[in-house]
Structure formats: C-alpha cells, structure tokens
C-alpha cells in the first residue's frame, strides 16, 4: 500500500518509458485488458503512437498521468558530502589503473594501424574519433562510479528526511537509458515480465573495446604536395 509516484520526463513518448511502472496497473488489473507486461509492451508497440496516445488518455482519466511544470521559487539547497571509504578509494584506483592501461593500448594501437607514426599525425579525423571515444567512455563510466558509491548516503539522507516528517524528490540526471535499450534489445520480449538486466559500469568499457577501439588498418599516401598522410584500407 505504499504511495509510489512515477515521474519521467518522457513517460508518453515510447513504451519502454512505461514498461517499468507496474505499480500504475496497466497490466494485470481490470482497468486495461493486458494480462502481463509482456502483452502489453507487444501491443503498445504494434499500435504505434496512436496507441501511446489513446493509452495517456485513459491514464488521465483514471487519475493515475498528469504533467505539471515545478517552480524553484523559494528553493534553496545544501551539499551532501560522500566520505569515500578505503574499500571506494581502492576501487576507484584500480579502474584507473585499467584505464591507463587501455590509454596506454590506445597510443599503440593509433601507432599500430598507421593513424600516427613517430613522425606525427597522419590521419586527423580517426585519430580525433578515437580519443574522443576514449575520454567519452572514461567520463560516463566514472561518472556511473562515482554515483553508485555516493548512492548510500544519499539512501540516509532521504531516510533522515522521512523520518523529520519531509519528502523526498529524487532527480536523475542521467538514467543509462541508451545503455538500458541495448540490454533489453538482447531479450525477447515475452521474458520482460521477469528480468534480470546487468546496466554497471564495466558495460561502457566492453562497448567501446569491441566497438570503438581502433583496429582498422590505414594505409599512407602522398598529396600532391608530398605531405604524408593515411586512408582506411578496404
């Protein structure tokens, strides 16, 4: 019987923006006739957003979706402070550790493929979506780090805020929901009435090691200036 509030900034545009709230009833209740998670994921899918539409309007009607703009009038904040355990700080350094070490696989790889030689660059572009794939991913995954271990304290505070009587507004500013999508492409859809789907850190790495690290090999030309330069090898 607890008060559960569901709220999502893109609650009625794809039904995976649905599918987790079950506590709404869409599902396994006598208001929709959808009798799992499952058929109605399938259904809401078949009918397009037709059906998203026809679907936020009879959640409307029954109380149960509204959208409300929030005023910040009068807000006022204070920083909650995670002390990193020994245990977080060891963790942290050994991913760091791994970073370099792909960091490190990076430069030679670059090197390897004939992106860059001793000389210097000789293929801008690659070597810019490299890096830049490389800093992205270590960004998100530490990122996706640091939150988790701040998670606890940020469990006490709310429990703190419970128990003097105030409520509490989480927000998320990012909800892995690409990372999500990609671990739900990999499952049938009749097995979302019961899943088990691993979103941690370490997938951002896996991704890019199998995706964006560079293994294409580039060959060298000269312009007609004779300035060296590399071009994919097909």
């Known amino acids: 019987d607890a008060r559960v ?9 794809a039904v995976e923006n649905l599918a987790y709230a ?4 869409i599902w396994g209740s006598e208001d929709f006739p959808f009798a799992n998670r499952a058929e109605f994921v399938a259904a809401i899918e078949d009918g397009g ?26 807000v006022e904040y204070d920083l909650l402070e995670h002390a990193l355990t020994e245990e977080q700080i060891r ?19 670059l090197e390897a493929t004939n ?10 572009n690659a070597k810019s979506a490299a890096r830049s794939a490389f ?3 270590k960004q998100r995954f530490f990122s996706h780090l640091i939150t988790s271990m701040m998670t606890q304290t940020l469990i006490g505070a709310i429990e703190q805020d419970l128990a003097d009587g105030h409520s509490a507004v989480v927000q998320i500013v990012s909800t892995g929901e690409a990372l999500m999508e990609r ?9 979302w009435s019961d899943l088990h789907v691993d979103v941690t850190p370490r997938e951002y790495v ?21 300035n060296v330069y590399s071009r994919p090898v097909h």
């Open 5 to 13: 509030v569901y709220v999502s900034a893109t609650g009625a545009t």
């Open 115 to 124: 992106i860059t030689n001793e000389s210097g660059t000789l293929n801008r």
């Open 91 to 109: 963790i942290y350094n050994a991913y760091a550790d791994a970073f370099q070490v792909i960091h490190n696989n990076l430069t030679a790889a």
């Open 49 to 74: 957003v037709a059906a998203m539409e026809v679907l936020a309007r009879d959640l409307k009607s029954l109380g149960l979706y509204t959208a409300r703009s929030l005023s910040y009038d009068g």
């Open 183 to 191: 671990r739900l492409a990999e499952i049938p859809t009749e097995e």
């Open 135 to 137: 800093e992205s991913t």
């Open 206 to 226: 896996g991704g890019y090691l199998l995706h964006s690290f560079p293994t294409q090999l580039f060959e060298e030309y000269s312009d007609a200036e004779g």
């Open 22 to 25: 079950q506590r709404l009833g």
